[in-house]
């Protein structure tokens, strides 16, 4: 399956500009779809308390976002990561031709497995 044809069947998932929460293991989160340019971004928002270097969490290009934000489900502090990296796929960059052969785009499932990593990293640090 192309990119695009993987990008258009995860759309049936989360559509563009939209968003889609989760409770995992007792963790509110999020992934949402980029409504321009259409790549996913992953949320995990942070117990209150808990302390958290953004620097030592391992996830897909690293931690882009900490903060609060009223798009997310709850107001909680989230970190958050993203799929626009080097090397990977999005729509509007290959509309912009912008692509190389072996980009790769990161659907839900890509996302939502980075996101349970980032939980179990903060479910360590919570002990």
Same mark, same amino acid.
């Given at each position: 399956m192309t990119n695009q044809e993987r990008y258009e069947e995860d759309l049936k998932v989360i559509p563009e500009g939209g968003s889609k929460a989760y409770i995992i293991d007792g963790f509110n989160a999020c992934i949402r779809r @980029? %409504?321009?340019v259409? @790549?996913?971004? %992953?949320? *995990? $928002? *942070?117990p209150e308390g808990l302390s958290v270097n953004i620097n030592e969490i391992d996830c897909h290009g %690293?931690?882009?976002f900490n903060d609060r934000w009223d798009e997310l489900p709850t107001d909680g502090r989230y970190i958050g990561f993203d799929c626009m990296h080097?090397?990977?796929? &999005?729509?509007? &960059?290959?509309? $912009?031709g912008l692509t190389y052969s072996d980009d790769e785009y990161r659907d839900t499932e890509f996302v939502l497995n980075e996101i349970k990593s980032i939980i179990k990293q903060l479910k360590e640090k919570q002990q």
């Amino acid at each position: 399956m192309t990119n695009q044809e993987r990008y258009e069947e995860d759309l049936k998932v989360i559509p563009e500009g939209g968003s889609k929460a989760y409770i995992i293991d007792g963790f509110n989160a999020c992934i949402r779809r @980029h %409504g321009y340019v259409g @790549h996913l971004c %992953g949320y *995990v $928002e *942070v117990p209150e308390g808990l302390s958290v270097n953004i620097n030592e969490i391992d996830c897909h290009g %690293g931690i882009t976002f900490n903060d609060r934000w009223d798009e997310l489900p709850t107001d909680g502090r989230y970190i958050g990561f993203d799929c626009m990296h080097f090397r990977d796929w &999005s729509p509007l &960059s290959a509309k $912009e031709g912008l692509t190389y052969s072996d980009d790769e785009y990161r659907d839900t499932e890509f996302v939502l497995n980075e996101i349970k990593s980032i939980i179990k990293q903060l479910k360590e640090k919570q002990q």
